[in-house]
C-alpha cells in the first residue's frame, strides 16, 4: 500500500498526509499508531504529539512555528493553531563538507548553444529593445509590431481570430449564435515563415521605472538591463531613452562595463530628445536593429560543457508537495550541475528565512558567509521600515494548501539549492560569474525574481508550482516542474514536467532530479521548447525597492 | 569537437606576401592565434590545422612555434622542400613533433601544369608515408586529371584536396570541377576540404546557394566521411566573415543527421591528421 503519511526529517514532530485522511482514521508510522482528531487534507500537517501553547514545531529539521494554542497529537495544524517562528542566526560557526554526487553518466554530455564572443554561451539567439524609461514604452509597442509582422515572428493570433469570429456573426444579426459559438482551439492559420531563421525573436521589453523613483531603483534599473544586454542569449540590442530621466544612458553604460569590460556585442542607442522627432528616432532605430538582426542570423549552435550553463531556480505557486518532490528534484539537477562546473542561482531571500544558519554553514568562505548576512539583515531591516515583515510571504493559496508559516515555506523552497557549498552572494541585480551555488538576493515575487535571475546571467530557469502559474521570460527558457501529478493533468498547457511519482513513491528524488537535467540540457539546445515559450509567456518585471517620489 | 580544417597565419610583409594584392588590402596586417581565437569564441570551433602561406622551412618552424603551446592548433601543414636531395633531412630535424602533421607545395603557382608528376617531385611525395605526413593538394579545376594520376601512384599516401580545388563559383560553372573530381575521389585516400568558397566565389555578392551545387558534387563525389570543413581564415575575410564562410557549409549539413554533422565538422578531421584527443 502506498504511504499515507511522511516524516521529512528524524527531528520533525510533525507528519505530512500524502492523501486526504479523514477524522477518527488511524495511521500507523514508524511502528506508532496515529489517531487522527481532525481530518487531514493532503499536503496539510498534523502533531506527532501534545503541543503545549509556545512548543516549537520542526519541520525539515528546522524550526517552522511555533503552536499558539494547544495542539493534540493527531490534530492538523493551521494558520490557527501555528505562528511563525524561525531559527535565529549567527556568523559561520563550523564549515560543512560537501560530497559532490556521481557525474559520471553527464561529464561527456554537452548541449548546443550559441557561443558569444566574451566567452558565454547561450541556449537562444534574441535581439533585444529595451526603453531606459517609461516614456518611451509607445515607442517600443509601435517597433514591435512593425517588426514582428514584417519579419514573420508573429505567431497565429487565435485570441484575435476568435474576436474576428464574433464580430462576424455580430455584422450579419446573429447575436444568438454569439452565445451558442464554440471557438475554435486550433488556428488553421500556417506559421509565418520567418526572414532571419537563426534568430530565436526579437524581444521588446517594456517596464514602469527609469525615472520618478529613488535613484536606487533607476540605477538598479540600468543594472538590471545591463544584465540582459550582456546575457548570452543576447546577441545585441536597440536601446531607446528619452534623455531626461534619472535612467542615464551613461549609467546604463557603465553598469555594462561592470559586467564586462570587453563588451563587444552591436549595441545602438536612440536618445529621442537628441534626435528630435519620433519619427527620425524610430527611423534610425529600425535601419540599425535591421543591420543587427542581418549581424545576429549569423550565430549557428555549436556544442559545449555544461558547465557553461547558469540556471535559475525558483519556486511559485507552491503548494504543500513543493519541498517534498520538485524542489528537492531540482536540488538534486543543481548539484549534478554545480559538480560539472556550472552555475546555478538560488534567490527569493524572504524564502529563505529560518534556514539561514543551514546556508551560512555551506558557504565557501566567511566573506561569502558575511555578505549573505548583511543581504538578509538589510532586507528584513527594509521590510520593517514599511511595516512589514518576511513572515507575511506565504499567499492566501499557500496557505490553503499547508503552507502555514514562512519558515515552513522556506524549508521546502531552500531544498531547490540542493547540497552544495554556497560560493556567492549577490545583490540585486547584480551578475553571477562565480561557478557553483550562488545566492541572490531578491523578493519572492515569481516575476521579478525570475526577471532577477536571468538579469544575472541564468540562462535556464527550472521553476517548481504546485498550483499552477504561467510564468515565462522574454530571452531565457522557464522549465516548469509540477510538485504532483494532478496538476500536470489538468494544467498540461503550462507544466513541462511532472515530478509527482516522487509522492506516489514511484521515483527517488535522485532519478527524478536526472530526468530533469536531462530535459534541461534539450531545453538548453533548442531541441525542446518550453511551455511558457510555446505560449509566448514573456514576463519582464524590475524590482523596485524604494518608494516613489 | 569542431575543427577548422584550414587556416593560415601570418606576419604581413609586402615582400613575402606579393599575392596579397589592393583589392585584398584588409590582410595587410598580422594574424595571429589570438586573433583566430575571437573568431572560434563566436563560433564555437575548438582546434584548426594551420597550414602554410610561405614557402620556406622557416615559414614550417615558425607554425610549429605557435603550435606548440596552443591549444587551439591542433595540427601543423608545413613546407618542405619536396624536389630536394636533402628532403629526408629536412624531415628528419621535425619529425617526432607531434604537431606537425602534414606537408603542402603552391602547386596552383607552378607555371608547369605537370608539376604534380615531375619525377622529383614524385620522389619526394614518396618519403612522406615514411614519416606519417599526409599532403594537401592545392590545384585549379584544371589540374584535377593530372591529380588523379598523380594520386594513383602513392595508394598508402594520405592526400586532402584543398578548397574543392577552387572552383570557378564567379562564373557558376561546374566544369570541369566535376568530371575531374570525379576522377580523384575514386581513390579511397583522397579527401576534400570543404574551404575557400567564398573567395572564389563574387565576393561583394554572393549568397550560400551560389555555393551548393559544388557543395553537391563533393559530397557525391567523396561520401560525407571524407569531407572536412575549413575556413581558409583570414583569406576568406576578402569576401565573408569568419561566422558567414563557416556558415555556408554548417547550413548545408544542416539538415543531414547529427553523425553526418559530426564527421564533417570534426571527426573526419581527427581520422584523417591522426590528431591527438586533447
Redesign the interface.
Known sequence: MQKQVLQLDPRDNVLIALADLKQGQTVVHAGDDYALVSSIPAKHKFAMQDLAVGSDVVMYGVLVGKASKPVKRGELLTVGNLHHQAAPFHEQSEASRWTPPDISAWKQRSFM?Y?????Q?GTRNYWLVVPLVFCENRNIVNLKQAFEEELGFTTPQIYRQQVAELARLYRAGGNAEIKEKRLAENSPVPPSSRLFEHVDGIRFLLHEGGCGGTREDSNNLCGLIAGYINHPNVAGATVLSLGCQNAQVGILRQEIRRRNPNFAKPLFVLEQQQSGSEFAMLSDAIRQTFEGLVEAN???????ELSHLCVGLKCGGSDGFSGISANPAVGHASDLLVALGARTILSEFPELCGVEQELINRASSTEVADRFIKLMLDYAARAKAVHASFDMNPSPGNMRDGLLTDAMKSAGAAKKGGTSPVTAALDYPEYSTTPGLNLQCTPGNDVECVTAQVGAGASVVLFTTGLGTPTGNPIAPVVKLSTNSALAGRMADIIDIDTGAIIAGEATIEQMGEKVLDLMVKVASGEVRTKAEQNMQQDFIPWKRGVSL | MRIDAHQHFWRYNADEFDWIDDSMSALRRDFGPADLKVEFDRTGFQGSIAVQARQSLEETRWLLDLAAPSPLILGVVGWFDLRSPDLRSQLREFAGNPKLVGVRHVVQGEPDDRFLLRPDFLRGIGALEEFDLAYDILIYPRHLPVAAEFVQQFPRQRFVLDHLAKPLIKSGSIHPLEEGMRELAKFPNVYCKLSGMVTEADWGNWKPEHMRPYLDIALDCFGPERLMIGSDWPVCTVAASYAQTMNVVLDYFGKYPGDVQDAVLGRNAERFWKLKSQ
Open positions: 548553444g557561443h558569444r564572443a566574451d566567452g554561451v549569423q550565430a549557428r549552435r555549436a556544442a559545449a
